[in-house]
Every structure is written in C-alpha cells, then in structure tokens.
C-alpha cells in the first residue's frame, strides 16, 4: 500500500515538475524564435531595398562553399521575374548556375506565400516576394545558421530534460520515502494499537466467559455457594473498565483539538497528597521513602491529570522497587522549570528498552505486569499528559541498581 502511495507521489511529482519545464523551455524557445525570426525579416528587407535594381553579376566566380564561412553577412541572392514567373534578372555576389535559380525559384512558388522558407541541399533558404510594376522581385536569404541555433536549442531542452527528471527522479523518492516514514510508522502502530487491545481485551472476555458458563451449569446452587465465579467476573470487569477507559483517554488525547481545562494551582501539595495516599502501600512493602518537595510551587495546568501522573510513577515505582528497597522523590524550581523526580532501586530497565517503555502496551517484564494487572498504558498516558502541559517526561535506569523518572514542566504551564 505505501509502495503504490510512494509510487503515486513520484507520479505526480514528475507530471508536474515536467509540465513546469516543457513551459519554461517552451515560452525560452518561442522568444528565440521571434528573435531569429525578426531578425531574419529585417535582413531581407534591408536586402530587398538594396537590390531594387538588379545588380551585374560579379566577375569574379568564388567556389560557393569555400566562401561561404568567411562572409560577414549570411549569402543572399535575389531574382527578379515577370509576371508569368519568368526569371528576367539576377543579383548575387556569386555567379550560380541558372539551374540552381530555377530550383529556388520553383520552391518559392510552391510555398504560395510572399515569405517563408524552405531547404535545398542541405541549406536552409529565407524569402521575401515584393511585387513591381512588370513583374516579382524575390529576395533570398540563407538561414542555415539561425536554423541551427533553433535545432541546436531544442536537442539541448529536450537532453536536460531528461537528465533534470533523472536526477529529479531520485531526489523526489529520498523525499517521498522520508514523508511517508512517518505515515508508514503510525500506521503500523495502529495496527499493533488494536492488536494489542485486541489480545489485552481477549484474555479478560474468556475468564468472564468460563464463569458464566459454570455459572449456567449449576444454575440450582444457591449464590453463596457461586459468589466466587462471580467474583471473578466482577474482577475481570473492572479491569475491562479500567482498560477501556484508558484507551478512551488516549484517543481524546491524540486529537490536538481537545483543550485542556486549565487552572493556577499548588502542585507542592498535589503531589504530598499522592504521597499521603501511597502511603500505607509503601509501608506494606517494607519500602524506605525519601522526599525532598519544595512548598508552594504553583503552576498552570490541570491538577487532576498531573496527579495521576505522579500517581502512575509512584504506583510503578512500588512495584519494580526490591524487597527492603529505597524510593526518592525530587520536587523544585529550576530557573523557569519545574523538575519532579522518581527514582527507586531494583532491577533496572535495558538500555535497549528505554526508548519503548513509553509505547502503548510495551512491558519489560509482561508475566509481572499481568499479575499486577497492568497493560502496559500508565507511561503512555503519563507522557500523553505531559506533552499536553508542555512539557517532557524522560526515564534513565542503571541495571540492577536504579531507576530514575524525570518530568520537566514550565512554571506557568502550556497557555
């Protein structure tokens, strides 16, 4: 499908660049053209008011061929007929044979028009009829030089032509393979978006799905007895819930129309609250806390969304923090930004796997996550609400050591 799009772009790149070309060489040739053209009429008036009377041949007979690149002046003749057409007198610096005369003559007739050209071996002949009182004077002039610089000019538009569409060519598809990367990119993470959904949506589905069943099979026992079918179902729901309502909150997000509802408040204290209600977990998993927060830092944002967001770090902390293990949390100004800092000690994220942690559904350690019923979407929406502020969400993590989340916010927020 790309191939064909890549494909069609190229098209219609070279379509258009050609036509722009073919016009620009087109309207380049068409002046030269009338500037030959004028140029070739002027002579041959200015030839036809030279030899109104006819001239005496010359007495000298130059060979017509070894003269002819040292003129000055491109060769001329003119004939002088009456009014049947018949050859009364000559002019030409160069005694011609009277049958070369008569070739050029009948050529003009031919034409039946009183200026034009035509070719005679191998040369090039401009004309120009003027009518007398007993007959036609008829001037020629050769314009094989002026015939060449037009052939000349158009052997030369036709040849950079073709080579500025080769190289055109090439350049336009390094840039359509450029432009649409991107597209081919989100395209295949929408696909692997609603594969992914898909699976996480299929195994929760099969769990209520048997339960129902057993619950169908054993429709004479009383509910007590059945309360842990439907527990499970229940459980199964709201982690269905819960899914799809972060899936829902993706795609809203994903649309740069979606304003956000902004107001001043104190994010010191939204954060200390996070940390009041994570509490009680934190101390149940025999976890030591350190928190360096900086009062009364305000910024401009929405207050719910950046609580979950300290939520989400602090929650992923807690469950990738070793037994016995150490948990900081950095909050302060740093000239115009505000810099909030999780780290806690544990295993560690791979260096290879950094930069797809924040990936919708990515999950360094996925039989872990499934236990701690996670999808994988708490950094996606983190980093989702982030960027919405303004701002930038960045992980590093040192193997079996640490792991350290950093979130840069403006002072003020995103306007």
Do not use: C
Not at 252 to 279: C, P, R
Request: no cysteine; glycine share 4%; net charge neutral.
């Amino acid at each position: 499908m790309f191939k064909k799009l890549r494909n069609k772009f190229l098209f219609l790149n070279l379509v258009t660049i050609s036509v722009m070309m073919l016009l620009a060489f087109s309207s380049i040739y068409f002046i030269t053209y009338q500037n030959v053209q004028t140029e070739i009429n002027m002579e041959l008036h200015r030839l036809s008011e030279n030899n109104r009377k006819p001239l005496k041949p010359s007495q000298q007979k130059p060979d017509y061929d070894e003269v002819r690149p040292h003129s000055e002046r491109s060769i001329s003749f003119t004939i002088i007929t009456d009014l049947q057409w018949n050859k009364s007198a000559t002019s030409s610096v160069f005694d011609m044979d009277d049958e070369f005369y008569e070739w050029a003559k009948k050529a003009v007739q031919s034409k039946n028009t009183n200026q034009g050209k035509f070719k005679l071996d191998d040369t090039y002949w401009a004309f120009m009829i003027k009518p007398l009182h007993d007959g036609f004077q008829i001037v020629f002039l050769d314009v094989t030089s002026q015939q060449g610089i037009l052939t000349t000019l158009v052997y030369t538009f036709l040849i950079s032509l073709l080579v500025l569409l080769a190289i055109i060519y090439f350049i336009s598809r390094m840039f359509a393979n450029r432009a649409i990367k991107p597209v081919k990119e989100a395209f295949d993470k929408q696909k692997q978006f609603i594969a992914d959904a898909s699976h996480e949506l299929k195994t929760p589905l099969a769990v209520i799905n048997t339960n129902a069943d057993v619950l169908l099979s054993n429709m004479e026992d009383r509910i007590e007895n059945q309360s842990k079918w439907l527990y499970y179902i229940k459980s199964e729901t709201e982690r269905m819930t819960k899914l799809t309502n972060d899936l829902l909150y993706l795609t809203q997000v994903d649309y740069s129309d979606q304003k956000m509802i902004s107001a001043h408040f104190n994010l010191s204290e939204t954060v200390e609250n996070v940390l009041l209600t994570m509490e009680a977990v934190i101390f149940e998993n025999t976890i030591d806390l350190h928190y360096d927060i900086e009062p009364d830092l305000f910024i401009q944002g929405n207050r719910e969304q950046l609580q979950q967001v300290a939520m989400i770090l602090l929650d992923n902390a807690v469950k990738y923090t070793n037994p016995n293990g150490k948990i900081s949390i950095l909050l302060k100004r740093n000239h115009n930004i505000l810099l909030l800092s999780i780290t806690n000690t544990g295993e560690g994220i791979p260096q290879e796997s950094l930069f797809k942690i924040f990936d919708r559904f990515y999950r360094t350690d996925k039989s872990r996550e499934r236990k701690n019923g996670s999808y994988g979407l708490g950094l996606s929406i983190a980093k989702a609400i982030i960027e919405q502020h303004g701002g930038k969400i960045t992980a590093k993590s040192v193997l079996n050591e640490s792991t350290t989340f950093t979130i840069q916010l403006p002072l003020m927020g995103k306007t």
